[in-house]
């Protein structure tokens, strides 16, 4: 059973960056990876996804060009930095990995989740 375990995140100040990691327990190879959020009272949303194998990748409009999902499938890891953050980005935030290598970044297609870590933009 894929295990993924988040690091990174914490408080920042509007426009300041942030990188998010979450390490996997295998590798990563077989895997379509994503980032997803999650803020208080809204359900959890696809920020970015990227397919294995190819180059699709996907980003909610909100995080276009601030947002870069990456992978180093040497270190069965994958990282989300975070450029001129705003309050509206304050969430939790948890990895995902799914199998199908269908595209897509909804929360339904993904069945393994890192355990969330706190992300908070303010003053």
């Known amino acids: 059973q894929l295990q993924l375990v988040q690091s990174g995140g914490g408080l920042v100040q509007p426009g300041g960056s942030l990188r998010l990691s979450c390490t996997a327990s295998?590798?990563?190879?077989?895997?379509?990876i994503g980032w997803f959020r999650q803020a208080p009272g809204k359900d959890r949303e696809g920020v970015s996804c990227?397919?294995?194998?190819?180059?699709?990748?996907y980003y909610a409009d909100s995080v276009k060009g601030r947002f870069t999902i990456s992978r180093d499938n040497t270190k069965n890891t994958i990282y989300l930095q975070m450029n001129s953050l705003r309050p509206e980005d304050t969430a939790v935030y948890y990895c995902?990995?799914?199998?199908?290598?269908?595209?897509?970044?909804?929360?339904?297609?993904?069945?393994?989740w890192g355990q969330g870590t706190q992300v908070t933009v303010s003053s």
């Open positions: 995902a990995a799914e199998t199908s290598n269908i595209k897509g970044c909804w929360v339904g297609l993904y069945d393994h």
């Open positions: 990227m397919r294995r194998g190819d180059d699709w990748s």
């Open positions: 295998e590798s990563l190879d077989s895997y379509q």
